[in-house]
T-cell receptor
């Protein structure tokens, strides 16, 4: 069945460091891919998305490119800030399987000054 | 505009007790969802609703019931709580099926 695998955390970085959070997926057909962010004490918020191969989603300095050949959607940011400390979830939605969302386990990021 | 709200934020139950979690949204969304979040397992869909008066099972529906009597509210019920239902529960809504979902802040439930 459909699934998403994320790198395990927690991840701790210094401010202005480069961030990569790996995400790979298993799905038939052409799913849409998402990154959600959960700040402390809050619900999940959509960070960015990509709906077809080679699309790049971007928002708030974060980017992720939909790579069908490697079934990946890695999240990157060139210079993280303390305010980026949160839990990041990769997710997919597959129209071939009823459009249900499948979430990864989440990666906790802490950015220290 | 409050978005998606959940009541209560925290709850502790004893095994066998019952309770209802309330989700409310003010965005006039048709679809609403209940997820549970467990360590190392991501979010899993419990039940969802495609409109007032309709509900459907998700990935892990056993032990839960839901009702959508009003478009803006989606209730999740536990008739006889079990320790395995200790989790964080998230409600979400979307204007149509399984497109961008807007999440509530979550309810942390502990069953002793």
């Amino acid at each position: 069945g459909d699934s998403v695998t994320q790198m395990e955390g927690p991840v701790t970085l210094s401010e202005e460091a480069f961030l990569t959070i790996n995400c790979t997926y298993t799905a038939t057909g052409y799913p849409s891919l998402f990154w959600y962010v959960q700040y402390p004490g809050e619900g999940l918020q959509l960070l960015l998305k990509a709906t077809k191969a080679d699309d790049k989603g971007s928002n708030k300095g974060f980017e992720a490119t939909y790579r069908k050949e490697t079934t990946s959607f890695h999240l990157e940011k060139g210079s993280v800030q303390v305010s980026d400390s949160a839990v990041y979830f990769c997710a997919l939605r597959n129209p071939n399987t009823g459009n249900q969302f499948y979430f990864g386990t989440g990666t906790s990021l802490t950015v220290i000054p | 505009n409050a978005g998606v709200t959940q009541t209560p934020k925290f709850r502790v139950l004893k095994t066998g007790q019952s309770m209802t979690l309330l989700c409310a949204q003010d965005m006039n969304h048709e679809y609403m969802y209940w997820y549970r979040q467990d360590p190392g397992m991501g979010l899993r869909l419990i039940h969802y609703s495609v409109g007032e008066g309709t509900t459907a099972k998700g990935e892990v529906p056993d032990g839960y019931n839901v009702s959508r009597l009003k478009k803006q509210n989606f209730l999740l019920g536990l008739e006889s709580a079990a320790p395995s239902q200790t989790s964080v529960y998230f409600c979400a809504s979307s204007y149509k099926g399984f497109v961008e979902q807007f999440f509530g802040p979550g309810t942390r439930l502990t069953v002793l």
